[in-house]
């Protein structure tokens, strides 16, 4: 068995986005592999400005290992809102954070992309081969983009300086801690925000954005965060990995399953002049099973469950 070149037990690690949704997760499954908690640098938003390339340099002084999970992100409403924003601060984050690893002289980079980044009539499932065949789908192709150069970076700064980086592609996430607000969240908290409310006031229907015809392919975020560790610790190649569950659903049939599980039972109104988004996802996820041994564990309708229960208790 090859000697790690990340070894979990003296490997100084910076975990960016750690407060968020993946981060705590993140962070969880680091201690679980053997990482000392003293040796994760988890600093806040507040503390670590990831536009500033001052502050780039600073994170990393030191370190062994990058996991770059911060990003500002958010459903359709808020991509359409403020597409310019989301392409600006994601591109400068990424892009400084790891040439000032790079600079710093740090052993691994792990750049999170998202799936977003492929084009929008990718064959289903998609193949990372396959990122390239198209533009994303237009109501997220800034933020898509913006991660997708990290990718390019990746590979550029491997090819001239050696330096390792690597590229993971996780599909949509759920679970506890996920976000909630309605201005920014992505299509499974809002779907069960929007369906606890019909219960509580007894609402004859609810209202759900687009025909509900596009698929969508979901992750449990401690799969999500397994899978990330795994990749820090047994991945090192060029290529892009993406990172699912391999099932695949449409919106129509996750409604009505949220639906049921929540217990709400009025009609369904579909406003179909609100967008769709990408016609369907669903990955290929082979290559993260061949090159590092990660299969998603957790079963789609407990994984809601828990993320229902987990969200009324904050209630």
Known sequence: ???????????????T????????????????????????YAPSRRDLDLTKIGDCIKSVNGIDLVIHLAAKVGGIGLNREKPGELFYDNLLMGVQLMEAARLEGVKKFVAIGTV?????????????????????????????LAKKMLLVQS???????GFNSIYLLPVNLY????????????????LIKKAIEAKKTNAPTMEVWGTGSASREFLYVEDAAEAIVLAAL??????????????????????????????????????????????????????????????????????????????????
């Open 1 to 15: 068995m090859k000697k790690k070149n990340i070894p979990p037990n003296n490997s100084k690690v910076l975990l």
């Open 17 to 40: 986005g750690e407060s968020g949704f993946l981060g705590g997760f993140v962070k969880e499954k680091l201690l679980e592999h053997g990482f000392l908690e003293k040796n994760i």
């Open 116 to 144: 977003c980044a492929y084009p929008k009539f990718t064959p289903v499932p998609f193949k990372e081969d396959d990122l390239w065949l198209g533009y994303p789908e237009e109501t997220n192709a800034p933020y898509g």
């Open 155 to 161: 590979q550029a700064y491997r090819q001239q300086y």
């Open 175 to 190: 679970g506890p801690n996920d976000n909630f607000d309605p201005k920014s969240s992505h299509v499974i908290p809002a």
């Open 234 to 315: 047994n991945y090192d190649s060029p290529e892009p990995v993406n990172i699912g569950s391999g099932m695949e659903i449409t919106i129509k049939d996750l409604v009505r399953l949220i639906n049921n599980l929540v217990g709400f039972q009025g009609k369904l109104v579909w406003d179909s002049t609100k967008p769709d988004g990408q016609p369907r996802r669903g990955l290929d996820v082979s290559r993260a099973k061949k090159s590092f041994g990660f299969k998603a564990k957790t079963n789609f309708e407990k994984g809601l469950k828990k993320t229902i229960d987990w969200y009324i208790s904050t209630l």
